[in-house]
């Protein structure tokens, strides 16, 4: 649900101070994170639509309406944009070289997207022009974005929001891009010890209460972080991340709850999600076609207490096909036990389908048993600390 109150472009240009907050302590706070947000041939055939005159539109809404549920409330939502929107005269298209009607923008609004990644290897595939109309598509929406670099502006300058009474700072980077860019008006914020060291330095800088670095990194359909991911994650946790978020090779991969003993209190729990997989796309094998919501809840104690992790918890989905006079549609399911949604018009093979997927997901990530209200599962809980994930599965595609 969007929250924030205002974004910082640059370090540099912040001039406002912080007036006493005007909440109440303890504040508490959830932040929810989704995986690759994609658009294939497929999902593009299916989105394309006509009034009553005959005018073409695009509504890509009914791929979310099954899981929204699960996005609202009082959350900041948080999810990776690998596609671009660089206007119809360029051609709509998906794989390898995405462009997407504007409609998806305004229905990641209705489905409640509060902020999106954009550094992936997928944001240049149509030049510097086509990234630069994509954030201008996203501004029009009223949808902020990080990952890039416009006029001058660092491209690893942090973006704050806030949310819940506490200030959010997002760093985001990518190992490249499927294509090499030479415009020096739009860069890609790319992964080095150096740009994460002064990207989380200038989130500091902000004066954040929890600072959140989000990496597009890792081998494609592997199960297990790279040594380059490792190394990434390092450097971000030494430069002060609280959370630790990846994305880019289409399934899941663990998730590890770091319990930080650096300072001289107690021990702060960090977490480190190696990679969410696809939110919604059209690749069709069981890995692929799953994944989560990762809900974060945090809590500041007092004006002088730091924010500290209170809850890791997840939320199984699927990407499941749903027939309809255009083709099979993509539509992102709730794969669990828990929480009320819609499964109107899933034959029950397809739902048997999406709740094998989510046992799968909850196995793999070494999810508690019970889902709460609202169809989440603990992955850590601050109230038994020493109970880590545990994985009875060791991929997500048994």
Not at 277 to 282: D, Q
Not at 326 to 345: P, W
Request: glycine share 10%; aromatic share 10%.
């Amino acid at each position: 649900m969007r929250r924030f109150l205002f974004t910082v472009v640059s370090v540099f240009c912040l001039t406002l101070s912080f007036s006493v907050r005007a909440w109440g302590f303890p504040l508490r706070a959830r932040a929810l994170f989704v995986g690759d947000i994609m658009a294939h041939r497929q999902q593009l055939a299916t989105a394309e639509a006509r009034d009553a005159d005959g005018t073409k539109y695009w509504d890509f809404r009914p791929q979310f309406l099954r899981v929204k549920p699960l996005l609202a409330g009082d959350a900041l939502v948080v999810g990776n944009l690998e596609t671009t929107f660089a206007g119809e005269h360029r051609g709509y298209a998906g794989y390898p070289s995405f462009n997407t009607p504007d409609a998806l923008a305004d229905a990641l609004t209705d489905l409640g997207v509060d902020l999106v990644t954009l550094a992936n290897n997928h944001i240049l595939d149509r030049g510097a022009e086509g990234a630069r109309r994509t954030t201008e598509v996203l501004d029009r929406a009223g949808l902020p974005w990080t990952g890039l670099g416009l006029d001058g502006v660092p491209r690893n300058d942090a973006l704050l929001m806030e949310h819940g009474g506490l200030r959010w700072a997002f760093v985001n980077y990518s190992y490249g891009s499927n294509r090499t860019l030479s415009s020096s008006d739009v860069q890609l914020n790319v992964i080095s010890d150096a740009a994460i060291s002064e990207g989380l330095a200038r989130a500091w800088a902000l004066r954040p209460d929890i600072v959140v670095a989000c990496f597009h990194w890792g081998n494609e359909y592997q199960f297990v972080p790279s040594i380059h991911q490792k190394k990434a994650a390092e450097a971000a946790l030494s430069g002060g991340a609280h959370l630790v978020i990846g994305t880019h090779p289409h399934v899941l991969q663990p998730m590890e709850v770091r319990m930080d003993r650096s300072g001289s209190g107690p021990a702060e729990a960090r977490l480190v999600a190696w990679s969410l997989g696809n939110f919604v796309s059209f690749q069709r094998t069981l890995p692929r076609e799953r994944s989560c919501v990762l809900a974060i809840d945090v809590e500041k104690p007092s004006e002088r207490e730091g924010v500290r992790l209170v809850r890791v918890s997840v939320a199984p989905t699927r990407v499941s096909l749903v027939p309809t006079g255009r083709g099979r549609r993509a539509e992102v399911v709730y794969a669990g036990t828990g929480g009320s949604f819609n499964h109107f018009g899933l034959s029950p093979s397809e739902r048997e389908r999406n709740l094998s997927a989510g046992r799968g997901v909850l196995d793999f990530l070494g999810a508690w048993d019970e889902p709460d209200t609202k169809g989440f599962y603990t992955l850590w809980s601050a109230e038994d600390p020493l109970r880590l994930p545990v994985p009875r599965r060791k991929s997500p595609k048994d």
